[in-house]
């Protein structure tokens, strides 16, 4: 289990903030997803004040939170995941990106030119590609122009090809894992949720939608999270533990991220993307294995390329400078109200909520992180792998090849914490205690 001892306070030090400095202060909540952060805050504010941003930038911030997710997806696909099943072999002081980088040089170029569409093609939207702040209440702070759109465009001008290259890359090691028996460590029965817009994965707007362990499903817009989603305690970690309002917590586990997205999902919205999507499903179905996380966030890299692209050759997202009404809409006025934000990030559904007195500032606010969601659902994984590992042995004492197994399913989550990063020596400052009950 996860004992995350540290409080970081975010919502409470956040009170008597102005509401217009929300989205600059929550971008520093994670240094990993602060466009996600960012952008949930501008769509809680733009909420609560009912100011609806035009057209232009919406699709801007579309393109924006696709990047951070090809961003993102890409740093742990093969900075962190990668390690675990191409070296599996190597010594674990040797099972890390710089060794992988030395065993096919060709492929670690790829990886990088991928990860550079994402990371510096939110420099070009924002203006910088460290917790950047370029979305504002109404709109954005910058122009689109036609400038970014070409330098986008020639910087991202392999992506889907590589993308599509490293799909395949990941089903093989899945078909890899299936043959080692390992397909199956950390799998749990749990709900799952994500957005979608008529069953079409989404990551910017739509509704939530939710399925029951892979039997009934249900749909709710954002104001109405609080009558679905109740967030619990746990005894040993200052990380909550949301679950189904009408479950018990451990029946109510909610998993989101990309697994659950592509179960929510009944199909993804492009070409390329959809192709390996139909074959995910026929293979697998609506599946509760963890392991798939990895392949199904490889295919939601294909579909950002793809969406990115998409995105780029619609007319409709160019502001030409000057064109003030295509980057924002209206001044703001701050009035008392509650406003929500969610948006899909890396890591799953991400929820803002904030209220503010009559005179714009902060008096309450609520974030509920994807890693938070999938917290409860991590610590069955563990629990689940350990079980399936130790079973028949007389010996309770986690050796080498349980560690890795048990890291390799934390990992499989990417969660925001520094459990999901590989140290470059053995250190025995985790302590793993097995107790047969």
Not at 323 to 348: D, H, L, M
Not at 350 to 355: D, F, K, P, Q, W
Request: proline share 4%; aromatic share 8%.
């Amino acid at each position: 289990m996860q004992r995350l001892r540290d409080v970081r306070g975010f919502e409470k030090f956040l009170e008597g903030c102005a509401l217009e400095d929300m989205p600059r202060f929550t971008a520093r909540i994670c240094g990993v997803c602060p466009v996600a952060h960012h952008l949930a805050s501008v769509k809680a504010c733009e909420d609560l004040l009912g100011v609806k941003p035009p057209e232009s930038a919406v699709k801007v911030r579309e393109l924006w939170l696709h990047l951070h997710h090809i961003h993102s997806h890409t740093a742990h696909l093969f900075a962190l995941a990668a390690p675990d099943f191409l070296l599996k072999d190597a010594p674990p002081a040797e099972r890390n990106i710089f060794k992988l980088a030395t065993v096919d040089k060709d492929s670690a170029k790829k990886i990088v030119e991928l990860r550079k569409f994402g990371q510096e093609g939110s420099r070009i939207i924002a203006g910088i590609a460290i917790h950047p702040t370029a979305g504002i209440i109404g709109g954005m702070v910058n122009y689109f122009t036609e400038e970014k759109c070409s330098e986008l465009k020639e910087l991202g001008k392999n992506a889907i090809e590589i993308s599509e290259e490293f799909v395949e890359l990941y089903k093989k090691i899945t078909a890899e894992l299936s043959a080692a028996e390992m397909l199956e460590d950390g799998e749990i029965e749990t709900n799952y949720m994500g957005l979608t817009n008529n069953g079409t994965h989404e990551i910017y707007d739509g509704d939530l939608k939710v399925v029951d362990k892979g039997e009934d499903s249900f749909e709710f817009g954002c104001h109405d999270y609080l009558k679905h989603i109740a967030e619990g305690t746990l005894d040993y970690s200052f990380a909550k533990a949301p679950y189904l309002k009408e479950k018990t917590l451990r029946e109510g586990i909610i998993r989101v991220g990309p697994l659950a997205r592509l179960n929510v999902s009944e199909r993804l919205g492009t070409p390329r993307a959809d192709g390996h999507f139909k074959e995910f499903k026929k293979e697998f179905g609506f599946t509760h294995k963890t392991m798939l996380y990895n392949l199904a966030r490889m295919i939601e890299v294909l579909h950002s390329a793809e969406r990115s692209f998409e995105l780029l050759e619609d007319g409709e997202i160019l502001m030409e400078t000057g064109e003030v009404g295509k980057r924002i809409s209206e001044v703001p006025q701050f009035r008392e109200g509650e406003g929500i934000g969610i948006i899909e990030a890396p890591r799953g559904s991400l929820i803002h909520h904030y209220a503010t007195d009559k005179d714009g500032f902060i008096t309450d606010m609520n974030a509920i992180v994807a890693t938070t969601f999938n917290n409860p659902g991590i610590d069955e994984s563990v629990k689940e792998v350990a079980r399936k590992t130790l079973s028949g042995q007389k010996s309770l004492d986690p050796d080498e090849k349980l560690l890795n197994r048990i890291e390799t399913t934390i990992r499989a989550y990417d969660p925001c914490l520094s459990c999901s990063a590989h140290n470059l020596r053995l250190v025995s400052e985790v302590r793993i205690e097995i107790v047969r009950r």
